[in-house]
């Protein structure tokens, strides 16, 4: 992980629907968990992805993710997901993202989100407000 960005933080519960018959979280759920923390870690930024979507045309979509599982998280448990910006390029987003239980890391991952236009799905720049933002 890139320790020089600041990190943002949202926390999670685990839910009977997150898990597999053994209450065991199912590894598709980590995917969820991440997608929610980055969804609010943008709106945190004063960026909300329907607006974006609706008036501005784009859209963050995920270009490729490496993600490890660690250690499983279990029914019940309380978790917060990380996420760290490392790299803003002009089309596209490298994030860390960690899905941790008190400090230990469960999941952890590599993303690149690519900025799409959200009528054509090709690539395109970030907008200039947007970019100022991250």
């Not at 709106?43 to 660690?70: C, H, M, N, P, T």
């Not at 400090?103 to 799409?116: I, K, M, S």
Request: charged residues 30%.
């Amino acid at each position: 992980m890139s320790g020089h960005a600041p990190s943002f933080n949202w926390p999670v519960r685990v839910y009977f629907e997150d898990t597999d018959s053994g209450g065991i979280v199912y590894y598709a759920s980590y995917l969820k968990f991440m997608e929610r923390a980055r969804t609010e870690w943008l709106r945190g930024r004063g960026i909300d992805v329907e607006e974006l979507a609706q008036k501005e045309r784009v859209l963050f979509v995920v270009r490729s993710l490496k993600l490890d599982y660690l250690q499983p998280a279990r029914l019940s448990d309380t978790l917060r997901v990380s996420v760290v910006l490392e790299r803003a390029r002009r089309a596209s987003l490298e994030l860390w993202q960690e899905v941790i239980r008190e400090d230990q890391p469960l999941c952890a991952g590599h993303l690149r989100l690519a900025c799409l236009d959200a009528d054509t799905l090709r690539p395109r720049k970030i907008p200039e407000t947007i970019f100022a933002e991250l």
